[in-house]
Nanobody, 125 residues
Framework: QVQLVESGGGLVQAGGSLRLSCAAS????????MGWFRQAPGKEREFVAG????????YYTDSVKGRFTISRDNAKNTVYLQMNSLKPEDTAVYYC??????????????????WGQGTQVTVSS
């Protein structure tokens, strides 16, 4: 069965960095658009970053542009999210997700076919 397993979350001070990983199995990884979302307590799940099948095109929400970088290694079936200059408002559970259709609605959670279980990121001030 399909599995997306996130890792790399934790507690970090403001200004620090974390690198999240999402290892995929059970699907043709290189055929999927991959996205990172986050959800803070009491808030809706929001799009953070996305990357095309080959990695040639990336997308970011405005609040993380210049601080976060999404990348993928199709040989390892893994997508990454490098997070620098972290802020307390980045605190959330971070999820990776896989989208087979890549219809362009990559910011919508409903677009995605598979989800990981999430990893907690906490940024202290």
């Amino acid at each position: 069965q399909v599995q997306l397993v996130e890792s790399g979350g934790g507690l970090v001070q403001a200004g620090g960095s974390l690198r999240l990983s999402c290892a995929a199995s059970g699907l043709p990884f290189s055929l999927y658009f991959m996205g990172w979302f986050r959800q803070a307590p009491g808030k809706e799940r929001e799009f953070v970053a996305g990357i095309s099948r080959t990695g040639g095109t990336t997308y970011y929400t405005d609040s993380v542009k210049g601080r976060f970088t999404i990348s993928r290694d199709n040989a390892k079936n893994t997508v990454y999210l490098q997070m620098n200059s972290l802020k307390p408002e980045d605190t959330a559970v971070y999820y990776c997700a896989a989208d087979r259709a890549y219809s362009g609605s990559y910011r919508r959670p409903s677009e995605y076919d598979y989800w990981g279980q999430g990893t907690q990121v906490t940024v202290s001030s």
